[in-house]
């Protein structure tokens, strides 16, 4: 989703135009099971497991990283994760990972975004993922008199949240086409959707300290999408769980953190120096650099 350009907020220290984010760590009450899941279901790969831990992908870098901790369960009402977002190189991938959905019978929900196509779905314990393809062709995404407002690329309007014409993606695919096949290589977390207990203090955290450029805000939408290097959004934020939401107790299942992967050292430490000079607690990990929003959703900074 994208705003005008002239929409676009940016600061005088705006982040690194090649940062994205990485990979996604979850908590989970069964290793097993979301094992199963994401291997069978969306295709990833097993890339390693040490005890009650895993990381899957596409057969680079880590995409998921999965702890298994006792006695989880879901809470609702809460920040944390709304979905993370799988980005497929192209159409012709993204319909044979529908189409595998479908023939396990799984619910999910196609979506047209217009300058996306998309899917959603949650995991077996309610964590929301979206599978989509950029299909910016189509039209954009904009912000207009406070809203989100989507035109087609005829200059037609559109809910930006049409049910997604199937057949239509279901036409890239070919009649040998296997769909027990792992993930393309080039799938990659393409942007994390989190909830949050007020958008404008996220965006002050992510914009104005972090440093993403703001594509879109919208408080009668109650959401906010800011990004790196004119890109729709890598970063959703939402209050839909209500003004003030809490963040779920240590039993939850759900978000752990989710890293933004930084082009090089110089890079991460600007943004360092602004986490310490605005006296926003840090804790340096096996990961990278752990931060928490104002939320207390967790956000790890490291080089790539």
């Known amino acids: 989703m994208s705003a005008l350009p002239g929409s676009i907020t940016k600061n005088e220290f705006s982040i690194h135009p090649s940062t994205k984010p990485g990979h996604v ?6 290793l097993e099971n979301q094992l199963a899941f994401y291997q069978q279901m969306l295709g990833f790969k097993l890339h390693w497991r040490e005890g009650n831990k895993a990381g899957l992908g596409a057969g680079g870098p880590d995409l998921l990283l999965l702890t298994e901790e006792p006695d989880l369960k879901k809470y609702r009402r809460v920040t944390g994760l709304y979905h993370f ?22 619910r999910n929900h196609p979506t047209d975004h217009i300058m996306t196509k998309t899917t959603y779905l949650d995991d077996p314990e309610g964590n ?20 989100f ?35 393309p290589p080039e799938t990659r977390v393409g942007h994390v959707h989190l909830h949050v207990r007020n958008v404008q203090e996220a965006v002050d955290f992510y914009h104005g300290v972090i440093g993403f450029d703001v ?10 999408f800011i990004s790196a290097g004119g890109y729709h959004h890598h970063l959703g934020l939402n209050a839909w769980q ?9 039993d939850a299942v759900g978000l752990r953190h989710f890293t933004i992967d930084f082009a090089n050292q110089e890079a991460l430490n600007e943004v360092i120096k602004r986490i ?10 096996d990961d990278g650099l752990l931060v928490y929003d104002p939320s207390q959703n967790g956000v790890v900074l490291r080089t790539i």
């Open 242 to 250: 209500g003004e003030g939401a809490p963040p779920p107790p240590a």
């Open 85 to 106: 977002a799988v980005l497929f190189p192209n159409r012709r991938e993204l319909a044979i990972a529908v189409a595998r959905l479908f023939a396990f019978k799984y």
């Open 215 to 224: 594509m879109g805000l919208s408080s009668t939408f109650q959401a906010a």
């Open 128 to 147: 929301g993922i979206e599978l989509y393809a950029e299909s910016p062709e189509d039209g954009i995404f904009t912000i207009e008199n406070n809203d």
């Open 25 to 30: 760590s979850l908590r989970v009450a069964s």
């Open 276 to 285: 310490d000079d605005a006296g926003i607690p840090s804790n340096k990990t």
């Open 149 to 183: 407002v989507t035109r087609r690329a005829d200059g037609t309007l559109s809910d930006g949240r049409e049910p997604l014409d199937v057949d239509a993606l279901f036409s890239h695919l070919k009649a040998d086409d296997k769909l027990d096949v792992p993930v």
